[in-house]
């Protein structure tokens, strides 16, 4: 019996397998892809590249590792990630214990002998102590159920299931579906290679310029001599990384100084935006006038008045969907072989064998691209079929919404535990540092159950009713929950329409983490 089974082969399950190793665990990795990487093995489409700045970006817990690793870019492209992946898998000898091309498709919790049963699509089945889920917040792929979508006679590709080859849309005509932040990364660049490009646009998107540049080999050398001062600050920060947060109300400042400031943040780039005044996401005259700044630069940039106007978000407040980074996105919309297509006032009605229909027109295209995002948060969980005590699932568990204690674990299902699970900042942080954060606690779970030959841990319900009331109370106390976002559900059919991630703060969710550890595992129930 092994002592720890991981699914998923990205940063959350390469830095698990490490820590327990470390631990002198016997541990498994099971992993659907043929590589490591995850999120960075499977978008490989063009322009995919991280918001959160390298120096960030990256793993802590080695610094010989961070010392030795050289980003070429301010913000790193996906082959550079992959590439930063394989040689973290290479440098600690991940590989020998994953094992790629097999999908976990159930984990059954056997009550009698206190193991988790595992699964997959390969026939492996094996047994073990722990369960981790390192399956990803962002890699259940979403393909809308177009109508017609089997009678398209020209090629089409999810941005998330990029084919390894790549692609040549040269001379071609291409349709993208969706602007969230995949399409608005690849919109540029493929619309360079084709012939022509339709956009099909249901929900426009705030998006920053990256200003990305090579990485300063003078910043580098700083924040290399200081490292560990750096990931200090951004594991106490609020968003796991440092900006340049004012203590001001948007309000509160006259409007020229509150220009200029919007004015810095632009040009200066990226994520940082949001922390310009503090009440940007909790108070909607505030919003609105960073809104308007935005909506002011996108008339600025777009020449087509109509063009620009569809391009202006109007219906939910700045950085309430995640706030997009973009290289020439607004730019590309005034090429002549660019056509922005709304899709909000006439939906797509069907997919033709030669293209797409909107109110009547068909729009002939011989590549459709999907940039339709994920079943974000609660999608890679539920396609496995997990089973806690007394055979519950966690599709029933989890009906109205994803249900967890503190976004680690769910009460009814002992030693299972997620990484950057619902309920967790997770997809509101730098990733990388809500992953390092969990694996390190779940690792620290571990050691104290071992150390005192204890065989179960598992959440009580009254713990995790109060942080799921927490996580909500929180998540209303911003208007958040005023946009239509992944971060809802609302991108996906059916899916309950809950604020899935801890808004709190990486810093202030840490501590609350440390704390129930300190307490002796507060709100949970040890056992065996
Ligand atoms: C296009 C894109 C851009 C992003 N940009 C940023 C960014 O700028 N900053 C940031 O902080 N985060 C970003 N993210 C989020 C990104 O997902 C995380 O930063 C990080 O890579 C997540 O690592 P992970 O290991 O938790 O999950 P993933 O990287 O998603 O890895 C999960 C792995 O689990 C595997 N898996 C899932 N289910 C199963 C199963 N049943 N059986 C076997 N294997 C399974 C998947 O194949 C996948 O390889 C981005 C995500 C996307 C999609």
Redesign the pocket.
Known sequence: MLDAVI?????????MLHRLRGLGLTARV????RG????????R?PG?????ESMD?SYSFSDELQQEWHWTER?AA?PE?LKYANHVADRFDLRRDIRFE????AAVFDEVERVWRVE??RGDRVAARFCI????????AQVPDFEGLETFEGKWYH??RWPHEGVDFAGRRVGVIGTG??AI?SIPLIAKQAAHLYVFQRTPNYSMPAHNAPLDPEYERRVKATYADFRHQARESRV?FVVDRSGDSALAVSPEEREREYETRWNRGG?GFSAAYTDLLTSRDANDTAADFFRAKIRSIVRDPAVADLLCPKDYPIGTKRLC?DTDYYATFNRDNVTLVDVKKNPIETITPKGVRVAGVEYAVDDLVFAT??DAMTG??L??DIRGRGGRTLAAEWAGGPRTYLGLTVAGFPNLFM??GPGSP??L???????EQHVDWIAGCVTHLRERGVAAIEATPEAQAAWVQHVNDVGHMTLYPLAPSWYMGANIPGKPRVFMPYIGGVGVYRQKCDEVAAKGYEGFALGG
């Open positions: 699914v998923g082969a990205g940063f959350a399950g390469m830095y099971f992993e659907a892809g490591v990487g995850g999120t960075w093995y499977w978008n489409y995919a590249r991280c918001d959160v970006y913000y996906q990630i097999a999908r976990v498709t997959t699509d889920m390192a399956t990803g917040c962002l890699s259940d941005t998330g932040s995949s990364q796991g994520l980074v995002g994920f890679a969980l396609n496995i990484i950057t997770s997809v942080s730098n990733m990388i540092v809500s992953i």
